[in-house]
């Protein structure tokens, strides 16, 4: 991969934006190599939880916006190219989608500024750690247009509406001690190092759980965030009942009791028509 490496180790998927030269920005070969490395880790089942960390400076400063001027072009001239203007972005839309769709939780740890289309990337996580120095902005505004590839609509579920109308309308920048005041960072972390250590101890917590009960849980977490209550808890009795294992529960119990680390059945590699020969 060009934007990216990726490792696998005890579980734990880490996948590391490696152009800090670059400022970790997003051109097309990142939209192309991010989409692949997810659908593969959906896919193959060996990874129980994922983990997204940066080089550099900053973390990423957002789209490759020379992109726009060569290799893409958006033409606003007729209703024929905004209609493909629409697609285009529904297609960036549904890579950052995966990382909330993907069957294992995904940690951001994040240093320097998350910019841009980095904030895009972020809010569709399941964790956010962040270095002291690190800032979030909506840099979109800053040049002339609207965040369109999550931001603004994932980001509401996560702090106070006001905040993401002050940070949407003048692109001011947000610190990581107040986005963990406000609830968007889990915890900060003076440097890097100790921010990657805290954010692979508790992957590492993650991967010791049973895999289909991390999965139901991150359906249930994002179900009831986009639904009432009574809805939720339906939907909860269904997935309980389909999910629901006596082994799990009692290798979880006899593993406490004998102080070691318990051993649960992976999810299942998925195959799809389309992979068939």
Same mark, same amino acid.
């Given at each position: 991969?060009?934007?990216?490496?990726? /490792?696998?180790?005890?579980?734990?998927?880490?996948?590391?934006?490696?152009?800090?030269? $670059?400022? =970790?920005?997003? &051109? *097309? /070969?990142?939209?192309?190599?991010?989409?692949?490395?997810?659908?593969?880790?959906?896919?193959?089942?060996?990874?129980?939880?994922?983990?997204?960390?940066?080089? @550099?400076?900053?973390?990423?400063?957002?789209?490759?916006?020379?992109?726009?001027?060569?290799?893409?072009?958006?033409?606003?001239?007729?209703?024929?190219?905004?209609?493909?203007?629409?697609?285009?972005?529904?297609?960036?839309?549904?890579?950052?989608?995966?990382?909330?769709?993907?069957?294992?939780?995904?940690?951001?740890?994040?240093?320097? &500024?998350?910019?841009? &289309?980095?904030?895009?990337?972020?809010?569709?996580?399941?964790?956010?750690?962040?270095?002291?120095?690190?800032?979030?902005?909506? +840099?979109?505004? =800053?040049? @002339?247009?609207?965040?369109?590839?999550?931001?603004?609509?994932?980001?509401?579920?996560?702090?106070?509406?006001?905040?993401?109308?002050?940070?949407?309308?003048?692109?001011?920048?947000?610190?990581? +001690?107040?986005?963990?005041?406000?609830?968007?960072? =889990?915890?900060?972390?003076?440097?890097? +190092? $100790?921010?990657?250590?805290?954010?692979?101890?508790?992957?590492?917590?993650?991967?010791?759980? *049973? *895999?289909?009960?991390?999965? @139901?849980?991150? +359906?249930?977490?994002?179900?009831?965030?986009?639904?009432?209550?009574?809805?939720?808890?339906?939907?909860?009795?269904?997935?309980?009942?389909?999910?629901?294992?006596?082994?799990?529960?009692?290798?979880?119990?006899?593993?406490?009791?004998?102080?070691?680390?318990?051993?649960?059945?992976?999810?299942? *590699?998925?195959? @799809?028509?389309?992979?068939?020969?």
């Amino acid at each position: 991969m060009h934007c990216f490496s990726l /490792t696998t180790e005890n579980h734990i998927a880490h996948l590391v934006l490696n152009q800090p030269d $670059a400022l =970790n920005t997003m &051109g *097309p /070969t990142f939209w192309r190599e991010l989409d692949e490395v997810l659908s593969a880790l959906h896919k193959d089942a060996q990874a129980r939880v994922l983990l997204i960390s940066s080089t @550099g400076k900053h973390f990423s400063a957002g789209m490759a916006l020379e992109t726009f001027a060569g290799a893409i072009t958006m033409d606003d001239q007729s209703p024929e190219g905004r209609a493909a203007m629409f697609d285009l972005l529904t297609d960036m839309q549904a890579t950052f989608s995966k990382l909330e769709t993907l069957r294992i939780p995904v940690i951001a740890a994040i240093q320097g &500024g998350c910019i841009g &289309g980095a904030v895009d990337m972020v809010t569709a996580c399941c964790l956010r750690y962040a270095t002291a120095d690190a800032f979030f902005c909506i +840099q979109e505004i =800053n040049i @002339g247009m609207v965040a369109d590839v999550g931001t603004l609509q994932r980001l509401p579920k996560l702090v106070p509406l006001a905040l993401v109308k002050e940070l949407a309308y003048t692109g001011r920048r947000l610190s990581a +001690q107040k986005a963990a005041a406000y609830g968007l960072v =889990n915890e900060v972390f003076e440097t890097p +190092q $100790a921010m990657l250590a805290a954010a692979l101890q508790c992957a590492a917590e993650i991967a010791t759980k *049973p *895999p289909v009960a991390i999965w @139901g849980t991150k +359906q249930a977490v994002h179900y009831a965030r986009d639904h009432s209550v009574d809805e939720a808890l339906k939907q909860m009795g269904w997935l309980q009942g389909a999910i629901w294992s006596n082994k799990n529960v009692m290798e979880a119990v006899l593993a406490m009791k004998g102080k070691r680390t318990p051993e649960f059945a992976a999810l299942q *590699p998925l195959r @799809g028509f389309r992979d068939i020969v």
